[in-house]
């Protein structure tokens, strides 16, 4: 009896054990949102839309910087319109763009698997693919180096991406310098243009900030999306706001910025030598 009752379960109930891994993701989800909710955080339905690139997101946050920190989240309006598909967004160190980054690519991803969105409010058309291209340890650097390896991933994301796509960048191409980095991104960029997919490429290269007005130009000869520029915002006193402005940037304040922080302006390093100097004075 014992293995006819095993063998009828099995028979039965197999289908459990195929949709155990969606029951655990479904019971780790509910438990995610309960904790959003527990720490005071806004959580909302989104409201799905058949207009072509609709992303707009009131007080979006990333849930897991939230819920690894202590005190309020800072919350950001974001939104993909008519007079952007593609944003170049650029900041001091640790001032929020990685974060943003992140929070763009899970609000979408949130949605379309059903949950409840970190923000306020969402509107969204989907995406038929969400590509991210971070930071990696790839092993296919030892074959092509870095470089070649970044590269690569970003082809294969040309090649697969759509009109419907939403496309994420974090520091791409920091392996090369700031001249080769910026020429291949503007390439890359137009390359996005012309897809016309919702595109946000968080980067170190004011340069490349400072050219989307010659590259919208570009893209208007054949027809691309328009691009724009936001800025990770530093209060007066250097803080980092953590807020996405809609700006130009001044690629100098930001490097002012990153010197005074480590003690590299010259002023800094004069009082350093003077200090020294003194120092060595005094022992004698």
């Given at each position: 009896w014992k293995k006819i009752?095993?063998?009828y379960v099995l028979d039965n109930a197999n289908?459990?054990?195929e949709v155990m891994p969606e029951i655990e993701f479904m019971i780790c989800a509910v438990r995610l949102?309960?904790?959003l909710r527990a720490k005071g955080l806004p959580l909302c339905a989104p409201t799905l839309v058949d207009t072509p690139n609709a992303f707009a997101a009131e007080g979006l946050y990333n849930p897991a910087v939230a819920l690894a920190i202590e005190g309020n989240s800072v919350e950001n309006?974001?939104?993909f319109d008519e007079n952007a598909v593609i944003y170049v967004l650029t900041g001091p160190n640790r001032g929020g763009k990685s974060v943003i980054t992140c929070a763009v690519g899970l609000a979408a991803a949130f949605c379309q698997l059903g949950l409840l969105v970190p923000a306020r409010t969402f509107t969204f058309y989907p995406a038929d693919g969400i590509y991210t291209h971070f930071p990696t340890e790839s092993g296919d650097t030892v074959d092509k180096g870095r470089l070649g390896e970044e590269?690569?991933?970003l082809s294969?994301?040309?090649?697969h991406c759509t009109a419907r796509s939403l496309v994420l960048l974090d520091e791409s191409l920091s392996s090369t310098g700031a001249y080769e980095a910026a020429y291949?991104?503007?390439e890359v960029l137009l390359g996005f243009s012309k897809v016309g997919c919702r595109t946000l490429f968080s980067t170190h290269l004011h340069t490349l900030a400072a050219r989307v007005d010659e590259l919208n130009r570009?893209?208007?000869a054949f027809g691309g999306a328009k691009m724009d520029t936001l800025v990770a915002k530093i209060e007066q006193n250097g803080e980092r706001s953590f807020k996405i402005l809609r700006a130009k940037p001044d690629g100098k304040s930001y490097a002012k910025d990153i010197a005074d922080k480590y003690g590299l302006s010259f002023e800094k390093i004069n009082d350093m030598i003077e200090r020294k100097k003194r120092s060595g004075d005094a022992s004698r």
């Open positions: 009752v095993q063998s289908f459990l054990l949102m309960e904790s309006d974001f939104a590269c690569a991933r294969e994301i040309l090649a291949i991104a503007s570009e893209a208007t």
